[in-house]
């Protein structure tokens, strides 16, 4: 068994959402969260908000949030326990950040800490 | 009279006496401590019918306990003294009384429950030796709450006194920095006993629901320390108030089991149910959301009868936070069918066929649930799986019954 990360990218972090619509996407992704982890699939999960955020670039010039030059924004990433990329797929098909046109979720394999992956 | 009084009072008393001498003498005496506190009530039933009872019960049997364990350490010091001169420090212990005192009680119960749910002992050995020493059951009373025969708890006990010396335990409260983790371990204990008496097959209802209360009594203890009223402490209790309020209600005329969706609500006990909502109030402070939390507050949404969507939605976010913090299979199958009632039976089917669960009974039992507004062969199917899987014959039973509403429903 291995274990992936799925980031989830938003294509614009400018969008403001209202607390209704927040609520109604936090609900949506424990439902998805929730289906894995009834699988007993689910390592962690980290969420990423917005607010508080800086981006340091090459020159240690410090800007606000993730917006601006870059496009995609990381709005969290879920860590799970898949036999094959293809299974982990699978999981990530049912984000429901996908729903929004221009999202993404990216999903990658966890090194292993043995000195050799 | 003292036909009664005397097994009354063994069930009151016997695990106070037990446990303050154990205290007193060291684990390393724990069958001495059994054998006084056993001695004491049988000096009682010698004692009583002829003399009368005594006009105070419990302060004779401690003046008895205290008398035996007085002579227990004279007789040991004069054996240290003769064989082991050498060893200075036993010639100092000074002889003191057995404290019997309510306070020195309720600590010692407390320092008792830490040291035998001690993580170098096995599970099954705490819950054994909590059920004798802290809770005063008989070893034919254990037994049969287990449904094993009174060898397999005696060999159990036996190993776990020995891990307990071997280990060199202590009687003691844990340090403020080993609590936490402490604590997890005697609160497994205690709802692992709640769980015993609440699911056993047994059908020694008495045992069972003694075995409830009791854990309820050691998680009390545990409230009425101030080191120890963490905010999980309060969600167990929470937890178990709800689920003992159906007790009632879940027995039929024939002592068979009765689901919750088919239990008469008139039934519930709403004292328990009120109280749990007050110690759930009381959990509700502190960061850490324990899953003692998430399942109280699952069993608090079922003390309502009525589906509405609140119900649900919340059932299910509950479901799905404690499976993140805590897989089991149950709570993945109840969660399926929270989902079914949230957004229907078809997604839930796609769910539940993902779960992998198909050697378990009642992974079967939930889709026959799912599928029997749908199509009814294959409920019938499910469910005939679901029979040749159940261990239990009350399991059958309730399978069988279903089949047939099932098959005469139109």
Known sequence: M??????MRHEDGKKVASPEQIQEWMKQTMDWIGGIAAQDKFVSGTGLPFDDSRVVHHNKLVTNGPFGDIKETIGGLIVVKAKSVDEAVEFAKGCPV???D???????RIAKDDGIH | MEQQLIPHLFRAEYHKIVTVLCRHLGIEHLDEAEDIAAETFLSALESWPYKGVPPNPIAWLYAVAKNKTRNFQNRSQTYSHRIAPELKGDMNVTETDLDLTDQNIKDSQLQMLF????????VESQIGLSLRILCGFGIEEIANGFLTGKDVINKRLFRAKEKLREAKVQIEMPSESAMTQRLETVLTTIYLVFNEGYYSESNDEVIRESFCHEA???????LDNDSTNQPEVNALYALMCFHASRFKARKGQNGDMILHADQNESLWDVELISQGADYLNRAST????????????????????????????SILQLYNKLLIISYSPVAALNRTFALSKVKGVTIAIEEAEKLKLSDNHFYHVLLAELYSLINRRKAVDHL??????????????????????LKTRD
Request: proline share 2%.
């Open chain 1, 2 to 7: 291995e274990e992936y990360a799925l980031i």
């Open chain 1, 102 to 108: 221009g999202n993404t979720v990216e999903v990658r």
């Open chain 2, 286 to 313: 502190g960061s850490k959301l324990s899953k003692y939390h998430l399942e109280a507050g699952i069993a608090y949404w079922h003390t309502k009868k009525e589906d509405t969507k609140e119900k649900w939605d």
């Open chain 2, 384 to 405: 005939m799986t679901a029979s040749t899987l159940a261990k239990t014959k009350s399991d059958k039973e309730l399978i069988q019954k279903k089949i047939q509403l």
């Open chain 2, 115 to 122: 040291a035998l749910c001690h993580p170098s002992i096995p």
């Open chain 2, 216 to 222: 309820m009594r050691l998680i009390r203890l545990l």
């Open chain 1, 98 to 100: 996908l729903h929004g």
